[in-house]
């Protein structure tokens, strides 16, 4: 290498040139930015890390970021150097102590150069510490003695290289929302139950970078640059359930949807259709869970070992889930029908033939419909009218039957779990219901307000809607 130069420093990791220029007039260490339309502009710590490997024994980096900001190309003091008094020249070095230099003292106008041998600039090599990286060329040259305009680059010393730590991305969302999204008038939207993620057996759901050994470096002075340790992240630390290691990447082994527990990659079994259920599509049956993003159309049906959502209307169409069935709404006809092993969840069921083990919510109304369940429940601003309804231990609603007098029938059996088996009606029970608890009917004939029904010694008994149960101790409740 030869004299120091700005040009030297200013070269970009990409290639690119950081045009500026850092030059040393007198004492003092002047940036000069490029005014060329094509160069790129320096920012302030490509300059600061030039000057830090320079000739400099100060540095005022207030000057630097102020040049940048207003793109100055006129000189900018931004330096100084000091050669000891009394002195011609010296060995400067830089602040990083990754360079050596031979600089000569502020001279007078007219004053010549001083003019150093090769054995001078050894012994003051030697004197100001500088042990290693020496660059032998560039002393050798001082052999039949030289003059020092200029700076002269004398030592360099080895850069540290930092070790790149191994990592791993996670190429899907691993912290989506999945539960319902609840509004401000109560409601709640369980559309937002669906997990949008997707993916195909082959597909791949993580990646790691493997780790680079880094490289301690050494200063001119010899002392060592030690670069943090090397720490591995074995790509085998995520694998999880249907995915497996392929070389640097976790991949899935089914089709499923991914996500993360714990540290693990897990790919669940999931079918999803982007679309309506119809002819393009057809019948599915499935291992896992199943997600619908449009309607169910008339006379398909859909098979799943889990859980089956549904974002539009499942129309006279039949669902067989395993695990929870999740619809905007429900209608039915003779040829359809819903199976849950668990919950279902809509907005309305209008003449569906329902069964579910667990329990079945509806948000408006259940209009003549078949409905077998652990537990039925509608908002109190709901209704259910006609058809048969029949719940292990609980049916809560708005009102029951209609002003038209439509039969609608209501059971409910002995009850699960330690619970009393009851029928609440929080605003009203209409005329032509049929209430029966623990297989004891009661037949309203007349329009009653809000009420719950419970069975008390072998009969149905009315109390009020918020009721805890018949008190054998109290008064004689209502009763037939």
Known sequence: MGDFSAVEHGTRAGGGRACFELTLSGAVMELTLAAAEEAEL???AEILAALNDGPVDTIVSAAVFTA????????VPVGAVHVG???DWAVKISPSRMAAYAVAATRADGDESPVVSEVEVRQALATAGVT????QEAVAAFGGGRPIAAPVLLARGDV????RQAEVEFLFETNPSIVPAEHEDGSVDYRSLVVQRWVEAGTPVARRSPPVEGKNGRDVTGREIVVARLRDHPLSKHQGKGTTVEGETLVATQAGRPVLAGERVEVLPFYDVKRDLDFSVGNIDFTGDVTIHGDVHPGFRVRATGTVTVQGIVDRATIIAGGDVLARAITGDEHSSIEAGHDVVAQYLHNVRLSAKGSVEVQREILHSQ?????????????IVGGHLSATTEITTGVIGSVQAIPTYVEVGTGAGGKRPVVRAAKRVYFGSVI???????AIDEDLGGSSFWAHEGEVVRLDPA????????????SR
């Open 42 to 44: 320096p920012s302030a």
């Open 68 to 75: 940048v900001r207003e793109s100055a190309t006129t000189p």
């Open 85 to 87: 008094d009394g002195e």
């Open 132 to 135: 290693h990286g020496v660059l």
């Open 160 to 163: 540290a290289v930092n070790c």
């Open 371 to 383: 409905v077998e369940a652990g537990r039925i429940e509608v908002p109190s601003g709901g209704r």
């Open 436 to 442: 029966t608890v623990a297989h004891g009917p009661f």
């Open 467 to 478: 009721s805890t149960g018949p008190n054998a101790d109290l008064g004689a409740p209502r």
